[in-house]
T-cell receptor, first 116, second 110 residues
Framework: GAVVSQHPSWVICKSGTSVKIECRSL??????MFWYRQFPKQSLMLMAT?????????EQGVEKDKFLINHASLTLSTLTVTSAHPEDSSFYIC????????????FGNGTRLTVT | RKEVEQDPGPFNVPEGATVAFNCTYSNSASQSFFWYRQDCRKEPKLLMS???SGNEDGRFTAQLNRASQYISLLIRDSKLSDSATYLCVPKGAGYNKLIFGAGTRLAVHP
């Protein structure tokens, strides 16, 4: 089945630094990938849609200059949290779809970010 | 109105019990529907797709009622390993969006 790999699984960083998270589709090409964020005991919130070869589409309220998304190839999307602050501490999950628009999403294993 | 509404639970049931979750969605244009399960501090994993005629996968049965805009999931013979949060996910407007609610938490006890 389709596999999405996300790296790193967890990261601890100091306030003000930047953190890059990678999301790879391992056995399929993904022209579109999605980045979600989940705070404790809350639902997954879609942050942005990453489009291969073009700019990402951000959801309302998500700062595009703070959460930089790059989707340079059909198998890799990256999310960079710039100038991270403690309130950015969260569980970040990427996902992709390997077939048509009605097929389900497959998720990476998530990245737990803690900003101290 | 929220796009997806589910009873957050928790549903505390003994092993072997049958439990049912309902979910309502607001976007009548939703075409595809899925149930995911999410374990604590893990990513969601696809449990099953939901088809218009209803479908079954082992102990799990999913139903879709488009007229009333709700989806259900029935779990028979609950196992301890079924303990998780169950997310009802209609595919929202547009090509790709999946909108997640907070899910329903299930706790199966011995």
């Amino acid at each position: 089945g389709a596999v999405v790999s996300q790296h790193p699984s967890w990261v601890i960083c100091k306030s003000g630094t930047s953190v890059k998270i990678e999301c790879r589709s391992l056995d399929f090409q993904a022209t579109t990938m999605f980045w979600y964020r989940q705070f404790p005991k809350q639902s997954l919130m879609l942050m942005a849609t990453s489009n291969e070869g073009s700019k990402a589409t951000y959801e309302q309220g998500v700062e595009k200059d703070k959460f930089l998304i790059n989707h340079a190839s059909l198998t890799l999307s990256t999310l960079t949290v710039t100038s991270a602050h403690p309130e950015d501490s969260s569980f970040y999950i990427c996902s992709a779809r390997d077939q048509g628009s009605d097929s389900p999403l497959h998720f990476g294993n998530g990245t737990r970010l803690t900003v101290t | 109105r929220k796009e997806v509404e589910q009873d957050p639970g928790p549903f505390n049931v003994p092993e072997g019990a049958t439990v049912a979750f309902n979910c309502t969605y607001s976007n009548s244009a939703s075409q595809s529907f899925f149930w995911y399960r999410q374990d604590c501090r893990k990513e969601p994993k696809l449990l099953m797709s939901v088809y218009s005629s209803g479908n079954e996968d082992g102990r799990f049965t999913a139903q879709l009622n488009r007229a009333s805009q709700y989806i259900s999931l029935l779990i028979r013979d609950s196992k301890l390993s079924d303990s998780a949060t169950y997310l009802c996910v209609p595919k929202g407007a547009g090509y790709n969006k999946l909108i997640f609610g907070a899910g329903t938490r299930l706790a199966v006890h011995p």
